[in-house]
């Protein structure tokens, strides 16, 4: 499967983003898809994850009722609506793929291009 993120930018303190992956190639409603971000600096983390059907997703700590995974299997696209962002939330975002429901980035055997987003204060 091929992945492609869009939807950075840069935005206020407080602001909103919706980031996008659409998928291509192999069933893309088979995979669990995960969403990551790497800051400057820092190890690549862990920030959602949304099982093959959407019924089911988890979300890291700093980021819980801020952000929100969802997907639209007919669409072959998985979301990432950001609200209420923070400075700390400034990263590249990736996009994966994996065939087990997991929080681990080894695990995910795809990843997009990433996309920048910049929280200012």
């Known amino acids: 499967v091929q992945l492609q993120a869009s939807g950075g930018g840069s935005v206020q303190a407080g602001g909103s983003l919706r980031l996008s992956c659409a998928a291509s190639?192999?069933?893309?409603?088979?995979?669990?898809m995960g969403w990551f971000r790497q800051a400057p600096g820092k190890e690549r983390e862990f920030v959602a994850v949304i099982n093959w059907s959407g019924d089911s997703t988890y979300y890291t700590h700093s980021v819980k009722g801020r952000l929100t995974i969802s997907r639209d299997n007919a669409k072959n696209t998985v979301y990432l609506q950001m609200n209420s962002l923070k400075p700390e939330d400034t990263a590249v975002y990736y996009c994966a793929a994996a065939l087990t429901y997991t929080t681990f980035p080894s695990a995910y055997g795809y990843w997009g291009q990433g996309t920048q987003v910049t929280v200012s204060s």
């Open positions: 190639g192999r069933a893309f409603r088979t995979y669990v």
